[in-house]
């Protein structure tokens, strides 16, 4: 009598396996089919994952030259939609102090040339269009236009 007092009803066995055989399925495909990590996914869940880049940026110091090179870049790359003079035409103007896509920082701003506006009236095409175009030129690009709009936020690098 007192063995029976001990063991599970017959009912309950079949649950205790079906949940048993399912963590384990659930944890081998895990293991198998997921590319983060356990420790990454439940950072994910618990809302503290930390978004590292896997981009390798090279932002330049910011210097005359690097803003001389950058007015060049800009005449090249962007001036057809804003104009040779940053005060817009197709694309936005670049020297006033309205921003379609705030904030007016050079880090922000930086992502939105790097990744392109596919969703803006007129769209932006990443990286002006130009596959080849480094990020270390884009940054030139933007230190020439801080130089010439003085409400552009300098949150990249000191100047040098």
Not at 3 to 9: G, V
Not at 35 to 51: F, M, P, R
């Amino acid at each position: 009598m007192s063995n029976q007092k001990n063991q599970l009803p017959g009912w309950a066995i079949f649950p205790a396996a079906l949940v048993l055989i399912i963590g384990i399925l659930v944890g081998v495909y895990n293991k198998i089919f997921s590319k983060e990590s356990t420790a990454i996914q439940y950072k994910e869940v618990a809302g503290v994952l930390k978004v590292e880049a896997k981009l390798d940026l090279v932002i330049p110091p910011r210097t005359n030259d690097a803003i001389a090179g950058g007015e060049k870049l800009y005449s090249q790359v962007c001036a057809a939609c804003h104009g040779q003079d940053l005060k817009g035409g197709v694309g936005p103007n670049l020297i006033d102090n309205e921003w379609r896509n705030p904030p007016g920082k050079e880090t922000h701003l930086f992502k939105l040339v790097w990744n392109g506006i596919p969703n803006g009236n007129p769209p932006m095409p990443a990286k002006g269009g130009r596959s080849d175009l480094t990020s270390e030129q884009i940054w030139q690009i933007l230190y020439y236009i801080s130089s010439k709009n003085k409400n552009i936020e300098k949150d990249a690098v000191p100047n040098q």
